[in-house]
């Protein structure tokens, strides 16, 4: 899994379909109609979608 906006390939695996790119600190992750979702990772851990 590479990362869409950064192009990182070294992403890790979170779950199945989750994945996480520590160098722009988001999610990515794929719903279940394959559409691409990515979410930014805040300081205190919590997620917020990043609209694309
Ligand atoms: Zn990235």
């Known amino acids: 899994m590479k ?5 990182n390939k070294d992403t890790g695996r979170l779950s199945k379909s989750r994945y996480f790119c520590s160098n722009c600190f988001i999610e990515i992750f794929y719903s279940r109609k394959k559409e691409l979702h990515l979410l930014k990772i805040s300081e205190d851990g919590s997620t917020f979608p990043i609209s694309n």
């Open 3 to 7: 990362c869409p906006i950064c192009n």
